[in-house]
């Protein structure tokens, strides 16, 4: 009797195993396991054609730099291509790839994820695992090859630099997220390029490359548990490492503004006919506000909907003459720790009173925000429809939902994304209202306008009488404010520096910081 008990008690436990390790999930012909190691596999079926995606993601990027190594998550990933325990070189590489039939690969660095990604005919599954197991795994990380690699990333950034496109991104990261820049910036500065060593190399991969902070995404013609059979094999000897992130997560202030902050842009571009406003809001995190993550996504696709009130406010108001809706924006990415949205209305004929109608547009903007928010009972039914539709076509192809999913993953979780339309169906008008109180209304904002350079050169005098200041990158990049303020407070031969304080004295980048305190 005891021996019976025994069996039964073990088929019970191997039962609970199975269980645990296959689950099913909210969405058709999706399925996740989690190996022991910490390592998550999702795994989307899809017959339609002979072809597998496979992706690995890693929860890096800007937000785990400091400004000493900024820029070295890309730098990685650049040397990821560039030799392994499996494939001595990168011309080795190549040929697998070539071998393989990956008619295209990639890589890329964000602000909160690293991941890596190419699709191969589906008889080469196994192989393409291997691949991706011995890059993230075993990097060579040859010296050699690194010190090339850095030319290369150095040119990059220099490349940035150059790019007026560029101010606007580092004016948003100096503004919205003065206190930790360099947490925004998945390129990095030269100097910290120029400083890398294999050991800060093999730091990061040591940290943050490890299994239990990290997911593969693999879809198309596939049979689920054929690939976590495969999985486990090949990745499951990847031993857990300690979590990167067990003291918790960096928070950026949440007020980094005061009032509104406003920027000029004079950019190529753009027509002569046409100014372009955004106004950009430092939003909630979904690490630390996520119900308001929610809420935000709600709020932005009701202003969006062309038959709400946001809309009709804008597009009627006879001031702005904004031809139709198409010429109004937003953006609401989700973050992790990161959040922001903005607004943008495209105004024509700047020569007609430009300054005037944008301060117009900002004084009316929390106000028409606000009337939207409050009246949308109609307009969130559609809101909710909408979603419906767009995850139906977005799983209608494997990399469409893998990819969908991976972002919610490195946001937030995997339930982020089972959950969302739920969650947008249950957001009320008190809801949106309280939203829209603690974000937007009399909150400070980083307002920039883009205008043509022969439009800001007649008209440079407006803009400056009304606080626009023009953006220059020694004011805006992280980098070289850092430089401006080191050099201002580099002693004199007296010992004592330019303004007559200590190395921890005024400067510029400091008193844009304590501005957004």
């Known amino acids: 009797m005891k021996g019976m008990k025994k069996k039964f008690f073990a088929a019970a436990l191997f039962l609970m195993a199975a269980l645990v390790f296959a689950k099913s999930t909210p969405i058709k012909n999706l399925y996740q396991w989690t190996l022991p190691n910490g390592l998550k596999l999702f795994v989307a079926e899809n017959h339609a054609v002979p072809l597998t995606y496979i992706e690995i993601a890693v929860k890096c ?28 070189d990168a011309v ?7 071998d393989m039939g990956v008619a295209s690969w990639n890589g890329t660095t964000g602000v909160e994820c690293v991941n890596y990604f190419f699709t191969v005919p589906s008889d ?44 606007y991104r580092f004016a948003y990261q100096s503004t919205l997220f003065g206190d930790a820049p360099y947490k925004m910036d998945p390129g990095g500065s030269i100097d910290s390029i120029n400083g890398a060593t294999v050991q800060k190399l ?35 000897s990847w031993k857990k490492a300690k979590n990167p992130f067990a003291k918790g997560l960096y928070r950026h202030d949440q007020n980094p503004m005061k009032d509104k902050v406003r920027y000029v842009l004079p950019y190529n571009q753009i027509s002569k006919d046409w100014a372009q406003v955004q106004v950009n809001y430092r ?47 937003f953006s609401c990415p989700t973050y992790r720790q990161c959040g922001s949205f903005s607004f943008s209305v495209m105004l024509p004929d700047p020569t007609k009173d430009l300054v005037m109608r944008t ?7 929390d106000d028409w925000i606000l009337d939207c928010a409050k009246n949308t ?68 904002a980083f307002v920039l306008l883009l205008v043509n350079p022969e439009c800001y050169a007649k008209y440079k005098d407006d803009f400056d009488k009304a606080g626009y200041k023009e953006i220059r990158f020694e004011d805006v990049v992280w980098f070289s404010m850092k430089s401006k303020s080191d050099a201002e407070n580099r002693p004199q031969e007296n010992g004592s520096s330019e303004n007559g304080s200590s190395e921890n004295g005024s400067s510029e980048s400091a008193q844009l910081q304590e501005a957004g305190k």
């Open 283 to 329: 939003g909630p995190d979904a690490a630390f506000q996520r119900h308001d993550t929610f809420v935000a996504d709600g709020l932005i696709s009701l202003c969006r909907n062309p038959k709400a009130r946001f809309m009709k406010n804008v597009c009627e108001d006879k001031t702005l003459d904004v031809p139709d809706t198409d010429y109004v924006g």
């Open 61 to 88: 990027g800007a937000f785990t730099q400091e400004e000493d190594t900024a820029g070295l998550f890309h730098l990685y990933e650049h040397m990821m291509f560039k030799g392994n325990g499996l494939y001595k």
């Open 124 to 167: 080469q599954i196994e192989k393409g695992l291997e691949f991706w197991n011995a890059a993230i795994r075993f990097p060579l990380l040859n010296e050699k090859e690194l010190e090339n690699e850095k030319k290369v990333v150095v040119s990059e950034i220099q490349g940035n630099l150059s790019d007026t496109a560029s101010l």
């Open 359 to 365: 301060e117009y547009f900002l004084d009316h903007l």
């Open 202 to 236: 093999r730091e990061i991969q040591s940290k943050y490359y490890v299994p239990n902070n990290a997911a593969l995404f693999i879809g198309g013609d596939v049979n689920p548990k054929e690939v976590y059979k495969l999985v486990k094999k090949i990745y499951g």
């Open 92 to 98: 080795s590489v190549q040929r697998a790839l070539s």
């Open 377 to 444: 009972k109609v307009e969130r039914q559609v809101t909710v429809r909408q979603l419906t539709d767009s995850r139906a076509y977005e799983t209608e192809t494997a990399s469409g939902l893998l990819n969908a999913l991976r972002y919610y993953w490195i946001c937030a979780d995997e339930f982020y994304y089972y959950d969302y339309i739920n969650e947008m169906g249950v957001i009320s008008n008190y809801d949106l209202v309280n939203f829209a109180n603690k974000y937007i209304v009399d909150k400070g």
